[in-house]
């Protein structure tokens, strides 16, 4: 029977939340197409991960070994050959992380098959693979299929399923051996680098007002920072408005940046990336402000403006006083 | 330091409208401004910083039409030294396979210790060709990479994870870095400094002169098979707020006291 594989991802002794989304899909894969599902975890000291995953998909792969102690797309695309040479998945899975754009492209050449990226639905359409990708900031869908081949690799956009429940039932464990390496490698990895503690911790805010590209000026941002002000709030952003160093990296929502879950966040002038809606998950109330009535955040907030910002931001302060 | 870099001109759909063609194959791009990929810009500017410290030349390529000149001579402007254009014809509809494919076969008519490219592309959004073209090179490649220190025969790097971790790695060279923004703060192109490249060649090389061969990249050749595009179906609408500035705002402060109870 055709498998799927998900392909977990750790970091620091810590499954990462993207893998239980991707167990979801495949059990979608297998309900509805009858795939067989399994977990690929490969690391060191990965036993205890192992003995996780085996209440969630009735097999898992384990491959154990010192060299795969930290991640590197080297050592892990040539453990992940092996698997694939072997196992012949029709599908694997992984999520879109730093993880995943580092590994899975890779991954395709080296086990010569194809890859989609950054997709937000994946399934079968009779014997191939289709699947949906949301493309141009969101506003249109794409849909794929792939030049035939034995296996397809796929990664998955963060939130795009629901991340899964443990099944009850005891799934097995395989222990793998690790496949000998073609030393030396060309890769080597040094250490973690964490985040400066910033001077602001936007997190512990229960209210925050956050600006994106749409303030479009560095002069600009001490007028939504006297709002803030006015409402009580803390100031936050989205990445470009960091990348510009109009404000510090501490105040950055998202993926990359911190993830909030104020009482309420106000949004001005922000398009909507997965990348920065991922960080404001579970926030009480949601209000976005944006002159594009298509922009993909207003299918995530609760309430939207369609109007330009600056004029928000007057009338607001005009209507708090000073 | 012979640095190659990959850009790509994309339109901007951020604050614009996105319409479908007639036929449902692409978007009408007529309407929209366009210009360098984000992530490129970026990558243009890492690579003449590493060029002005360590000295070596800089190149700018691209697969694209007649109309991403104008990309090409903006790079020129921000110190690039060369500019390739690859004529896209035969690329058409390409994926990410196609474009690494011939992306490799201009850096095989070089001799290039690095080859930079964008972490993703800001249209289709891919963030495939970086690592798959080192793929094909047989190079080592790091994705992400927000800070780059030259030494010798390596680089060191680091590369932005989540949450604002980051990871430090070593490697050699020959290599592919993918950049990602706000590694550098690029710097401004002026109107006079695109005119003084104005008269700058930059040669247009066909896929044969790459050393591919017909059919061996353009849609028929393609891996990932688009076969449809699609508004994306309505899905949880936010609750729209209308009226003036004046009454939104009110509103707005409402719904902060009695939803919020922060205000
Ligand atoms: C690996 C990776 C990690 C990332 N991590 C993060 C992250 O942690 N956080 C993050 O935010 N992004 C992150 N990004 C970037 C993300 O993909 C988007 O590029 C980014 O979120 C866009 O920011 P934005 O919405 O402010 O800008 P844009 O997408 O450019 O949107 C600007 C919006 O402002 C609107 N606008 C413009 N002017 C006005 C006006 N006067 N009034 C009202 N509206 C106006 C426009 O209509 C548009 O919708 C990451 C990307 C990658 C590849
Ligand atoms: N047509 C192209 N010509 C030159 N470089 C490209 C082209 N398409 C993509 N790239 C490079 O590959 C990066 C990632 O693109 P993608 O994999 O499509 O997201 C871009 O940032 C560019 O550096």
Redesign the interface.
């Known amino acids: 029977m055709a498998k799927v594989f998900v392909i977990v991802e750790h ?1 620091q002794g810590v499954m ?1 939340d993207a893998t239980f989304e991707l167990i979801s899909l495949a059990r979608e894969l297998q309900s509805r197409s009858g795939l067989e599902p399994a977990a690929v975890v490969i690391g060191h000291g990965v036993r205890t991960f192992a003995d996780t995953l085996s209440k969630y998909l009735p097999r898992t792969i384990v491959v154990e070994s010192e060299t795969l102690a930290d991640f ?3 050592t892990y695309a040539a453990v992940l050959k092996d698997i694939l040479e072997r196992e012949t998945p029709l599908v694997t899975l992984c999520p ?4 995943g ?2 590994l899975l ?2 991954l ?3 086990s010569a098959r ?5 997709c937000i639905k994946v399934e079968m359409e009779g014997a191939g693979l ?1 699947v949906v ?15 035939p ?1 034995g296996g397809y690799l796929v990664t998955v956009r963060s939130g795009s399923y629901a991340p899964a429940a443990e099944a009850g039932s005891a799934g097995t464990i395989d222990d793998c051996p690790c496949p000998p390496f073609k030393a030396p490698f ?10 400066a503690a910033g001077a602001v911790d936007i997190s512990q805010s ?2 925050l007002v956050s600006i994106g ?2 303030i479009k000026d560095a002069e600009n941002v001490p007028k939504a920072q006297e709002l803030a002000d006015r ?3 803390v100031l936050a952003c989205s ?2 408005v ?4 109009w404000l510090g ?1 501490e105040r950055q929502v998202g ?5 909030v879950k104020p ?2 966040y ?1 949004a001005l002038g922000i ?1 909507g990336a997965f990348q920065h809606l991922a960080g404001i998950k579970g926030s ?2 949601f ?2 402000v944006n ?2 009535a ?1 922009a ?1 955040i ?10 330009d910002m600056f ?2 931001i ?3 302060k ?3 006083g000073s | 330091m012979e640095i190659l870099v990959c850009v790509k001109k994309v339109p901007d759909t951020a604050d614009a409208e996105v319409v479908l063609k007639q036929d449902g194959t692409g978007i009408k791009e007529d309407d929209l401004a366009s210009g360098i990929n984000e992530w490129d810009n970026y990558a243009v500017e890492e690579a003449i910083r590493i060029k002005e410290t360590h000295g070596g030349t800089v190149t700018v390529a691209t697969i694209g039409s007649a109309d991403s000149e104008d990309v090409l001579r903006r790079c020129l402007a921000m110190g690039a030294d060369n500019a390739i254009m690859i004529d896209d014809a035969s690329f058409k509809g390409a994926d990410p396979y196609g474009i690494a494919r011939g992306l490799c076969g201009v850096a095989g008519k070089g001799s290039y210790d690095l080859v930079l490219a964008g972490a993703q592309a800001g249209d289709d959004g891919y963030a495939m060709v970086g690592p798959v073209l080192a793929g094909y090179l047989g190079w080592p490649h790091a994705t992400l990479v927000t800070s780059i220190l030259l030494e010798g025969k390596t680089v060191t790097v680091t590369r932005e994870l989540e949450g604002g971790l980051e990871e430090m790695l070593r490697i050699e060279l020959p290599a592919v870095l993918t950049i990602q923004t706000g590694i550098n703060e690029p710097r401004y192109v002026s109107i006079m400094g695109i005119r003084k490249v104005r008269a700058k060649e930059i040669p247009v090389l066909d896929p044969a002169a790459i050393g591919l061969a017909p059919g061996e990249i353009g849609a028929n050749a393609n891996r990932i098979k688009r076969t449809g595009l699609a508004v994306p179906p309505a899905g949880k609408e936010a609750e729209m707020i209308k009226g003036t500035p004046a009454e939104i705002a009110r509103k707005i402060l409402d719904i902060v006291k009695e939803r919020g109870g922060v205000a």
């Open positions: 970091r990462r590197r797309y080297e879109q992380s730093a993880f754009m580092e492209p890779r395709s050449v080296e194809p890859c989609a990226t950054d289709s990708r949301s493309i141009y900031n969101g506003k249109i869908h794409s849909r794929s299929t792939f030049a081949s060309k890769t080597e990895f040094l250490g973690y680098r964490e985040a229960p209210f590209r749409g409402l009580g709030a990445r470009p960091v990348d510009k160093k990296k993926t990359s940046g911190r993830t009482k309420v106000i398009s009480g109330v209000i976005a002159r594009d298509k993909p207003f299918s995530a907030a609760d309430y939207g403006v369609v109007e004029k928000i007057d009338a607001l005009e209507q708090i």
